[in-house]
T-cell receptor
Framework: AQSVTQLGSHVSVSEGALVLLRCNYS??????LFWYVQYPNQGLQLLLK??????LVKGINGFEAEFKKSETSFHLTKPSAHMRDAAEYFC???????????FGQGTILTVHP | KAGVTQTPRYLIKTRGQQVTLSCSPI?????VSWYQQTPGQGLQFLFE???????NKGNFPGRFSGRQFSNSRSEMNVSTLELGDSALYLC?????????????FGQGTRLTVV
């Protein structure tokens, strides 16, 4: 069965600082992994996805994530945080089940001026 | 290209009533999935439809049901509402019938049960 764990329900950074949001997955098969962002009272917006083509994945808004099989991790990073990055971020995986995503519990990112 | 459209955006219902939520996927997308989002349980998968057939179902009671029409639009129904059904219900659509295809989400329907 698929499972996704996000370490840290809240992360706070200063504007301009590095953003690091952690995600670990558990899967018996090679996973497909995704990062989504959710702004208040909105749906989920796809930031990036990993589908085994490359271990370093670049997404929108300057975010990227690196797939590390040995660590079963898919951490999300951004070199320099901006106020508009404040939102909740979700890591998700899909395995062999069509149309089903398994989500982590989410990480709320706060950006201080 | 229009995104995933969910209606209504907000809904208030009384315990014991039933409710129907609607989702129009992105044009050309044939897979529609539904999720429930609550502060306590996070995002949980309800079910997925492809070409009018339910292919996958999460661990929800039978009060939760859905269907998909020939134009790929989908509805989900919750009968005999309980207070715990208060949540944001999200619909997502996908373009291809292959594993690893990204899902595009609507803005959700906020259901409040009183």
């Amino acid at each position: 069965a698929q499972s996704v764990t996000q370490l840290g329900s809240h992360v706070s950074v200063s504007e301009g600082a590095l953003v690091l949001l952690r995600c670990n997955y558990s899967s018996s098969v090679p996973p497909y992994l995704f990062w989504y962002v959710q702004y208040p009272n909105q749906g989920l917006q796809l930031l990036l996805k990993y589908t085994s083509a490359a271990t370093l994945v670049k997404g929108i808004n300057g975010f990227e994530a690196e797939f590390k099989k040995s660590e079963t991790s898919f951490h999300l990073t951004k070199p320099s945080a901006h106020m508009r990055d404040a939102a909740e971020y979700f890591c998700a995986s899909s395995g062999t089940s069509y149309g089903k995503l398994t989500f982590g519990q989410g990480t709320i990112l706060t950006v201080h001026p | 290209k229009a995104g995933v459209t969910q209606t209504p955006r907000y809904l208030i219902k009384t315990r014991g009533q039933q409710v129907t939520l609607s989702c129009s996927p992105i044009s050309g997308h044939r897979s529609v999935s539904w999720y429930q989002q609550t502060p306590g349980q996070g995002l949980q998968f309800l079910f997925e439809y492809f070409s009018e057939t339910q292919r996958n179902k999460g661990n929800f009671p039978g009060r939760f049901s859905g269907r998909q029409f020939s134009n790929s639009r989908s509805e989900m129904n919750v009968s005999t509402l309980e207070l715990g059904d208060s949540a944001l219900y999200l619909c997502a659509s996908s373009s291809r019938d292959s594993l690893g295809t990204e899902a595009f989400f609507g803005q959700g329907t906020r259901l409040t049960v009183v």
